[in-house]
Structure formats: structure tokens, C-alpha cells
């Protein structure tokens, strides 16, 4: 279904990883750790990492700062997904979507079901562009940043990945914020 048309060359984009835990930190985010591995292994650049607390307003600023970052292509945020009174990642960062990307929570649990099984309904995955940046929120354990990763996340952000990836669209993303466009 899916493969790397070889002739095509890798283009690496800059990605940014929050860790949302009121309890971590780098020495601790095994979570954070295995994206950045993941990411750095794939060629991609680590632009910026950081670890907030599940404060709506903290995850909102610092994901909303990185979309305005020229540096930063994609935001990939791991925790504060399920349903318990701290989980907000999802309240803090579907308002900033412009567009949302149902289809990556629907494939997200699909793998995460072959993993898991019923468990994969308690999290709330979701993903979404703002400011012409991808954002994914992931939940907080590094299995399901695995899953994200590995089923999802690299080929998307592999130029080579056939038929479609993200990183072909990037520079149309903000397409209709560009003048002249009768549409804007």
C-alpha cells in the first residue's frame, strides 16, 4: 500500500516534543526521550523540547509560541490525553486548530487496539494544523508514542513516503493567508 519512492530526497523538518506531566522531568521523560531518539534517528531536527505542567493555559501558550517559530514544522505533545481532572491537552489545544486531523486519532487507535485492545478508548488523541504547523497530541506513555511514531509519524513526515505525506503539503498549508488570494 505504502513505500518510499527512493528517487526522492529525504528532507528533514524541524520538530518540537512537549512532554504535559506535572511529575516529570528530562531526567525522568521516557516518553519525551523516545521521541527525540525517533525523531533524530529519522534525520528529523529536535527544534525544541520542553516539559509543562496540565495547566490549559501553559500547554496553550508554549504549543501556540512554537507554531509562530519558522524553525518548528510540527508540535508532538505526549500526555495529559485521558480522562482524569488534570488530563487538559486536548482542551488546551483543539481551540488553536484551524484544521482538525480526525483521521490521525482513528488510525492512531487502530494500532494502538492491536496493541492494547479496549484499553486504547481512554485516550484522547488528536491532531490538528495551526499556523501552518502540524500538532499531534499523543498520550504520555512511550508505548503509545511508539505506536504513533512508528504506525503514523514517520512515513507522514517522510518526503519519500508514497502515495502522500505531510511534508509535500508544508508549503501550502498556509496557502490561503498569501496575498493576492481573491479567497483570504
Known sequence: MTRLDESRPFIPVGIAVLTVSDTR???DDKSGDTLVARIEAAGHRLSARAIVPDDRT???DQVKAWTLDDTIDVVITTGGTGFTGRDVT??????????RMDGFSEVFHRISYDKIGTSTIQSRATGGVANATFIFVLPGSPGACKDAWDGILAGQLDYRHMPCNFVEIMPRLDEHLKRGNPSA
Open 90 to 99: 486536548p482542551e488546551a489545544l483543539e481551540p488553536l486548530f484551524e484544521k
Open 25 to 27: 522531568t528530562l531526567a
Open 58 to 60: 501553559r500547554i496553550y
